[in-house]
């Protein structure tokens, strides 16, 4: 199992990420908040990973903090939630919003999730309740404050970027336009624009 990873960020085209390993790229896989937490292309970076084998592929899953892995490794437990809807939860709801959607019992807010239909929305609820008693408090869960993407990007990058990044945690393409020009301004970053979409669906 690999457990942490600390290289150069080549690439950051979240959710994918590249980081060189004493000159192996390693392709990662982390949610919005962990690759808006990184630092420019060419800083080194440390995350916590994890391993997921499968009989194509081995995936590997990045994670800014213990938390956020903690929480994807609860999520992947839960019968119908693999690792791609874990990150998309991860992804698409904050962490402090999805534990009140738990502790709330709130399906509704849960279904807003690409790929979280009513039946997984309930199955969450009852599993993930009983779940956060051993995880802590929900204000131990919380993210750590959120950086920012590169500023080198011009603005049509940055939609695109949003856009690439909708696509990539299930939204279809033409939702995620949608949604991005509904709330895309002039000077907003790829962060910024992804998250006011996110709120806007």
């Known amino acids: 199992m690999i457990g942490r990873i600390q290289g150069v960020l080549l690439e950051n085209k979240a959710p994918d990420l590249l980081i060189d390993v004493h000159g192996i790229?390693?392709?990662?896989?982390?949610p919005l908040s962990t690759a808006f937490a990184l630092p420019k292309i060419g800083d080194v970076v440390t995350l916590k990973t994890h391993l997921a084998v499968r009989e194509d592929a081995h995936v590997l899953y990045g994670f800014a903090t213990d938390h956020e892995r903690t929480l994807f490794?609860?999520?992947?437990?839960?019968?119908?939630?693999?690792?791609k809807l874990a990150l998309?939860?991860?992804?698409?709801?904050?962490t402090e919003r999805f534990i009140h959607s738990i502790q709330e019992q709130d399906p509704a807010s849960l279904t807003k999730i690409p790929g979280v239909?009513?039946?997984t929305a309930e199955r969450l609820i009852v599993e993930m309740k009983d779940k956060l008693n051993a995880l802590g408090s929900a204000g131990s869960l919380l993210m750590e404050p959120l950086g920012a993407l590169s500023a080198a990007a011009d603005s049509v990058d940055h939609l695109q970027d949003a856009e690439s990044a909708l696509i990539a945690l299930g939204y279809k393409p033409a939702q995620a336009s949608k949604s991005i020009s509904k709330v895309a301004t002039d000077?907003?970053?790829?962060?910024?624009?992804?998250r006011a979409a996110l709120k806007a669906m």
């Open 25 to 30: 790229g390693y392709e990662i896989q982390a």
């Open 73 to 83: 490794r609860t999520l992947i437990k839960i019968s119908g939630v693999g690792p």
């Open 117 to 119: 239909g009513k039946k």
């Open 88 to 94: 998309a939860i991860l992804s698409g709801m904050e």
């Open 187 to 194: 000077g907003m970053s790829s962060e910024e624009i992804i």
